[in-house]
């Protein structure tokens, strides 16, 4: 079953952060995070089956100068019990009808150069490889 994230999701959300996804975060954060969310221009999906959240996506409108709105896929992850399953799948098409919900016609995403399963998957999910790039970040 896809469906709003609930904030009692957080502590299987932020297992999947850690754990599938390499991210170094705290559970409060995860938490602030879902107290937080502005659903006039964002939206968390999670993927539950088996009474246990399997993954989550989290889409964002995404306004540029320079383009047309897009959808901006922040997170998508899918625990590895439960990977090639569908979930992934179920959860990019939440975002997407998300998306047309918003009367946005374009969905975007990164993903980092070493995840060329998850390549592979956006691909089959008809996502085309637009362009390479370097992400830069400084702190303040």
């Known amino acids: 079953m896809i469906r709003k994230i609930k904030f009692t999701d957080c502590r299987e959300v932020w297992k999947i952060c850690t754990e599938e996804m390499g991210y170094e975060c705290e559970r409060d954060l995860i938490e602030a995070r879902v107290r937080e969310l502005d659903e006039s221009r964002e939206a968390v999906f999670v993927a539950e089956t088996d009474s246990r959240i399997a993954g989550f996506v989290h889409v964002e409108k995404y306004k540029v100068l320079y383009i047309e709105d897009m959808a ?69």
């Open 72 to 140: 901006n896929i922040l997170g998508l992850a899918v625990s590895k019990d439960y990977q090639c399953r569908g979930f992934g799948k179920e959860l990019l098409q939440a975002a997407e009808q998300w998306a047309r919900d918003n009367a946005i016609s374009v969905i975007r995403l990164n993903s980092g150069m070493k995840r060329t399963a998850a390549h592979k998957f956006y691909r089959a999910m008809d996502f085309l490889d637009e362009k390479d790039q370097k992400r830069f970040i400084k702190r303040l």
